[in-house]
T-cell receptor
Framework: SQQGEEDPQALSIQEGENATMNCSYK?????LQWYRQNSGRGLVHLIL?????REKHSGRLRVTLDTSKKSSSLLITASRAADTASYFC???????????FGQGTRLTINP | EAGVAQSPRYKIIEKRQSVAFWCNPI?????LYWYQQILGQGPKLLIQ????????DSQLPKDRFSAERLKGVDSTLKIQPAKLEDSAVYLC????????????FGPGTRLTVL
């Protein structure tokens, strides 16, 4: 069953703009992660936020987590063409040592 | 450090045929995962190994899918017989022991079943 749901499913913006993607989940988690997948490639781990954290930064990435709303957001600032990819949130489920991925947001950065 | 290796990268087969995928994880990584990613969806875990033992195979269609990880290093995933709905990208990932959080993914094998 699907744990994470990303929103929007697709997003197209101009280079230099900020991109925001959201993820909602259903059950309690220990942490939430974001991964990036370039076309035809494997996934790359971007950032992990623990359930007791509210915000985390990594370079141009900012992740927030609201456990009361069971939601997270990923903000990419000053987007670049190379950011064009699909972005997935992943959560552990009830403490199980495995990840469940959402459907992903397909981000397109237009030059 | 070499990444997760997978082969082949692409495979096209007829339905009811058999196919096998190979994965070589990052050296020293105890945990190995096989995921199925259908077009437009996120990866779905098929099976998880810790060394050469199965930790979770609850979503593996065991009537047609099998996987093994002999000697706790390389792994193979087999489908026999294949169905049209098995068309997907099969991703292998690995992580260090007790660190399922950060998984390192291979490039995947794109399977097309005709």
């Amino acid at each position: 069953s699907q744990q994470g749901e990303e929103d929007p499913q697709a997003l197209s913006i101009q280079e230099g703009e900020n991109a925001t993607m959201n993820c909602s989940y259903k059950t309690s988690i220990n942490n939430l992660q974001w991964y990036r997948q370039n076309s035809g490639r494997g996934l790359v781990h971007l950032i992990l936020i623990r359930s007791n954290e509210r915000e985390k930064h990594s370079g141009r990435l900012r992740v927030t987590l609201d456990t009361s709303k069971k939601s997270s957001s990923l903000l990419i600032t000053a987007s670049r063409a190379a950011d064009t990819a699909s972005y997935f949130c992943a959560t552990d489920v009830g403490g199980a040592q495995k990840l469940v991925f959402g459907q992903g947001t397909r981000l397109t950065i237009n030059p | 450090e070499a990444g997760v290796a997978q082969s082949p990268r692409y495979k096209i087969i007829e339905k009811r045929q058999s196919v096998a995928f190979w994965c070589n994880p990052i050296s020293g990584h105890a945990t190995l995962y096989w995921y199925q990613q259908i077009l437009g969806q996120g990866p779905k875990l098929l099976i998880q190994f810790q060394n050469n033992g199965v930790v979770d195979d609850s979503q593996l269609p065991k009537d047609r899918f099998s996987a093994e990880r002999l000697k706790g290093v390389d792994s193979t995933l087999k489908i026999q017989p294949a169905k049209l709905e098995d068309s997907a990208v099969y991703l292998c990932a690995s992580s260090p022991r007790d660190s399922y959080n950060e998984q390192f993914f291979g490039p995947g094998t794109r399977l097309t079943v005709l």
